[in-house]
C-alpha cells in the first residue's frame, strides 16, 4: 500500500507557474505509475497526465500538453507536476495518484491510491 500527500497549490496569475509535489510513503514508489488529475466544481475528476515506473514515458492530455510536465524522483519517492502558462480554466483541485496496473492507466478507474489533493485557483 502507498500512501500520498500533495503540495504545492496556489494562487496565481493567468500566465504564471506552479510545481506540485507528491510525496509517496512506502519502499515500493518506483513499481508505480503515477497519474494527476484535476477535478473543477461541479466537473468530474479529469485525467492529466501520467509517467511510468521508470519515468522513461510520460503522456498528456491535449489541453495541457506544452504546459504541464510530469516528472518522478524515485530516490525520494516523488512525483512532480510542473505547470506554466496556466490559464483560469486550469482551476481545479489536482490530485495524484498511483497504480500497478499496466499502461495507458488514463482513467480514475486505472488508480488504486489517491492523494487528498491540493487546490490551484489561476485569475484572470
Known amino acids: 500500500q502507498v500512501q500520498l500527500v500533495e503540495s504545492g497549490g496556489g494562487l496565481v496569475q493567468a500566465g504564471g507557474s506552479l510545481r506540485l509535489s507528491c510525496a509517496a510513503s512506502g519502499r515500493t514508489f518506483s513499481s508505480y505509475t503515477m497519474g494527476w488529475f484535476r477535478q473543477a466544481p461541479g466537473k468530474a475528476r479529469e485525467f492529466v497526465a501520467r509517467?511510468?515506473?521508470?519515468?522513461?514515458?510520460?503522456y498528456y492530455i491535449e489541453v495541457v500538453r506544452g504546459r504541464f510536465t510530469i516528472s518522478r524522483d524515485n530516490a525520494k519517492n516523488t512525483v512532480f507536476l510542473q505547470m506554466n502558462s496556466l490559464k483560469p480554466e486550469d482551476t481545479a483541485v489536482y490530485y495524484c495518484?498511483?497504480?500497478?496496473?499496466?499502461?495507458?492507466?488514463?482513467?480514475?478507474?486505472?488508480?488504486?491510491?489517491w492523494g487528498q489533493g491540493t487546490q490551484v485557483t489561476v485569475s484572470s
Open positions: 509517467i511510468d515506473k521508470s519515468g522513461g514515458s510520460a
Open positions: 495518484a498511483a497504480t500497478s496496473r499496466l499502461l495507458p492507466a488514463q482513467t480514475v478507474y486505472s488508480y488504486d491510491y
